[in-house]
């Protein structure tokens, strides 16, 4: 079963990357002029959207929720790549530069799925995609409290783990509702 996750994980990243690709010829890098906690926020957006939209049953933009999740990917990765540069990084920055770093962030959350599916045996396949939305919610949340903290953190993981999580957890609402 893991290889058939990682072929999974291989496809959505894949068509993610292809969509941050496109965005940024379009809209070059606008996205860094955002501070990390703008960034948090952007993503809730973005998956208070899906749960409003899974409760309700209906929607009125047309925009349906693999695009949200999509979202939920393409700016956490932004967000771990915020994390990676200097604070004196220029605010457009060629996407030759940065595909290197989303491959990395990619990569590197692909292994931290690749131990937690090993651990939990994927219990995600299990899991209502509902379920998936309110943890992303909740990881959301915890950042926006890391982030209200400066970043200390008493036990827990900091910002970056809670962005893989929600980046893993959003390949799987799309690995489940068929995405590839």
């Given at each position: ?41 952007q ?25 949200e ?10 967000a ?71 970043g ?29």
């Amino acid at each position: 079963m893991e290889e058939t996750t990682i072929g999974e994980y291989t496809q959505v990243i894949k068509a993610c990357k292809d969509i941050f690709e496109k965005k940024t010829k379009d809209y070059g890098t606008a996205w860094r002029i955002l501070r990390l906690p703008s960034i948090t926020d952007q993503i809730y957006i973005k998956a208070q959207r899906i749960r409003s939209i899974q409760e309700k049953g209906t929607q009125k933009v047309d925009e349906g929720i693999s695009g949200e999740f999509v979202a939920i990917i393409n700016y956490c990765i932004m967000a771990v790549i915020q994390t990676k540069l200097e604070s004196n990084t220029e605010l457009e920055i060629e996407y030759s530069k940065l595909e290197p770093l989303y491959d990395e962030i990619a990569e590197d959350t692909l292994n931290l799925l690749k131990n937690k599916n090993h651990d939990y045996g994927e219990a995600w396949r299990e899991m209502r995609v509902s379920s998936i939305t309110d943890i992303i919610l909740m990881k959301l949340l915890r950042t926006k409290q890391i982030e209200d903290n400066n970043g200390r953190t008493l036990i827990s993981e900091g910002v970056v783990a809670n962005y893989q999580d929600m980046i893993n957890y959003s390949v799987f609402a799309l690995i489940k509702m068929g995405f590839v």
